[in-house]
């Protein structure tokens, strides 16, 4: 069935380095923007960045530009978020989405992943 | 930047009442909004996209209605499992794909 599994939270220290991935399955990948939108522990949603079908194209919220860059390598059916000079403010649950419509760009996202916990603490 | 703004903050209900939910966008999103639920430790489920279009699955008590700036979903007639927070969110001025601070819908 339509599939994200997102993986490679867990804790790290301030300024340091991680990379999410999430998993896309059942459905062809190459063809839908991918985004990835997070919520701190007790907090509502935010946006952090989104890339087209192809890639070509990349956006980020102000709190994570110049720190964090989304790929995505539409050959392993998968989503990056390299995230890089960490904060505090960045402990969150992170989630992949699906945009509902192939090919567009600006959509309504109906598939989620079921988010990987990211703990920035010294 | 849209910034969307959901009102009540938190909104008591009896099951079987009908609930009605507002967002409001701070200049137009056309219907360009979506309405998504989310339960203690789940990922968010898209409910309603192009203001009032159900999402694939969802239950007929859900609709919503507005453009512009002006949005409403209303829940018919409250299941318990209904009760969760619910967020909208905007795509049609993005970056950033701007979502509410969300209605926490409790039981009475």
């Known amino acids: 069935q339509v599939q994200l599994v997102e993986s490679g939270g867990g804790v790290v220290q301030p300024g340091r380095s991680l990379r999410l991935s999430c998993a896309a399955s059942?459905?062809?990948?190459?063809?839908?923007?991918m985004h990835w939108v997070r919520q701190a522990p007790g907090k509502g949603l935010e946006w952090v960045a989104v890339?087209?079908?192809?890639?070509?194209?990349?956006y980020y919220a102000d709190s994570v530009k110049g720190r964090f860059t989304i790929s995505r390598d539409n050959s392993k059916n998968t989503l990056y978020l390299q995230m890089n000079s960490l904060r505090a403010e960045d402990t969150a649950v992170y989630y992949c989405a699906r945009e509902s419509v192939a090919g567009t760009k600006g959509d309504a996202f109906d598939i989620w992943g079921q988010g990987t916990m990211v703990t920035v603490s010294s | 930047e849209i910034v969307m703004t959901q009102s009540p903050a938190t909104l008591s209900v009896s099951p079987g009442e009908r609930a009605t939910l507002s967002c409001r966008a701070s200049?137009?999103?056309?219907?360009?909004l979506a309405w998504y639920q989310q339960k203690p430790g789940q990922a968010p489920r898209l409910l309603i996209y192009g203001a009032s279009t159900r999402a694939t699955g969802i239950p007929a008590r859900f609709s919503g209605s507005g453009s512009g700036t002006e949005f409403t979903l209303t829940i018919s007639s409250l299941q318990s499992e209904d009760f969760a927070v619910y967020y909208c969110?905007?795509?049609?001025?993005?970056?950033?794909?701007?979502f509410g601070q969300g209605t926490k819908l409790e039981i009475k």
């Open positions: 200049q137009s999103v056309s219907s360009n």
């Open positions: 890339i087209w079908y192809d890639g070509s194209n990349k």
């Open positions: 969110q905007q795509y049609n001025n993005w970056p950033p794909y701007s």
């Open positions: 059942g459905f062809t990948f190459s063809s839908y923007g």
